[in-house]
């Protein structure tokens, strides 16, 4: 069974979908939408979809609804309501260091990481 929904891609379009598959360090969610849409471009369900990629069958089709309408812009996350993360590992000290805190021997010992 096909689906209703046809994703024609620009060879841009596909060679970024691809090469964000194959990237190592690029963020799993945006990995895993960009194989929905290479998956939905082959002409599978999205019942076969949502299978292969381990999501409902109701958020490949709004990943698909949203990529028809943006593009690859539409699979970036939406910004979120509430309060922004308190601790962000992009978020440095005044020293440009993070101090985390080990047990030692009954006391706390501080120890600096450089997070670059």
Request: glycine share 8%; proline share 3%.
């Amino acid at each position: 069974m096909r689906t209703s929904v046809e994703i024609k891609l620009t060879a841009q379009e596909d060679r970024e979908l691809r090469l964000l598959v194959r990237r190592q360090k690029a963020p799993y969610g945006k990995v895993v939408r960009a194989r929905m849409i290479l998956l939905l471009t082959k002409g599978k369900s999205f019942s076969q979809v949502a299978r292969e990629v381990g999501r409902a069958r109701r958020i490949v089709h709004m990943w698909a609804k949203r990529f028809m309408q943006r593009r690859i812009a539409g699979l970036e996350d939406l910004p979120r309501s509430g309060r922004p993360a308190r601790f962000s590992p992009d978020r440095g000290d005044v020293f440009d260091e993070a101090g985390l805190r080990t047990a030692r021997g009954g006391r706390a010992v501080a120890v600096a990481v450089d997070m670059r």
